[in-house]
T-cell receptor, first 113, second 113 residues
Framework: SQKIEQNSEALNIQEGKTATLTCNYT??????LQWYRQDPGRGPVFLLL?????KEKRKERLKVTFDTTLKQSLFHITASQPADSATYLC????????????FGGGTRLMVKP | DAGVIQSPRHEVTEMGQEVTLRCKPI?????LFWYRQTMMRGLELLIY????????DSGMPEDRFSAKMPNASFSTLKIQPSEPRDSAVYFC???????????FGEGSRLTVL
């Protein structure tokens, strides 16, 4: 079965720096991969979706890369702000139909002023 | 749109009692998902519906759990009888299309004493 790994340790960075979070998976490459943000006591919020034929995708200060050879996605937040502090989850489909999302354990990001 | 609406937000009950969690998806979304989140296991997919029909319930932990979707605007997740190990945050999410992003509710935090 597909296993999704995210760094369970919190990532602490200084405001203004670039945060880079990693998502690794073990088996077949999914058709697409998604990233979500979750704040304490709230539901996850969708951020970006990247397809297997896309190497990179950007949205404002966010950038996602998808390397099917390495079986890895990187999530970057440039010019980070304290308001970016949250847990970030990656998710990929694990069924043939492509609509059953399995989530990684998430990485907590702390941006210090 | 008000987003995905879940109730109750918090539920405290005693072991052996029946628990019913409710979800109203975003209007027009064809897919509805129930997830459970715990510190130990992260976000786990329990069951999902397409056009009110259950498609995959392989994540439902045992027969004590059941889910229904009687119409396009309402779904329930029932646990009977509840056990302390069922304590978790239960999320409902809806999606407008196949392989689309998920829109999560704020969750129902269940504590079984």
């Amino acid at each position: 079965s597909q296993k999704i790994e995210q760094n369970s340790e919190a990532l602490n960075i200084q405001e203004g720096k670039t945060a880079t979070l990693t998502c690794n998976y073990t088996n077949y490459s999914p058709a697409y991969l998604q990233w979500y943000r979750q704040d304490p006591g709230r539901g996850p919020v969708f951020l970006l979706l990247i397809r297997e034929n896309e190497k990179e995708k950007r949205k404002e200060r966010l950038k996602v890369t998808f390397d099917t050879t390495l079986k890895q996605s990187l999530f970057h937040i440039t010019a980070s702000q304290p308001a970016d502090s949250a847990t970030y989850l990656c998710a990929l489909a694990t069924n043939n139909a492509g609509n059953m999302l399995t989530f990684g354990g998430g990485t907590r990001l702390m941006v210090k002023p | 749109d008000a987003g995905v609406i879940q109730s109750p937000r918090h539920e405290v009950t005693e072991m052996g009692q029946e628990v019913t969690l409710r979800c109203k998806p975003i209007s027009g979304h064809d897919y509805l998902f129930w997830y459970r989140q715990t510190m130990m296991r992260g976000l786990e997919l329990l069951i999902y519906f397409n056009n009110n029909v259950p498609i995959d319930d392989s994540g439902m932990p045992e027969d004590r759990f059941s889910a229904k979707m009687p119409n396009a605007s309402f779904s329930t997740l029932k646990i009977q009888p509840s056990e302390p190990r069922d304590s978790a945050v239960y999320f409902c999410a809806s999606s407008p299309r196949h392989t689309g992003e998920l829109f999560f509710g704020e969750g129902s935090r269940l504590t079984v004493l």
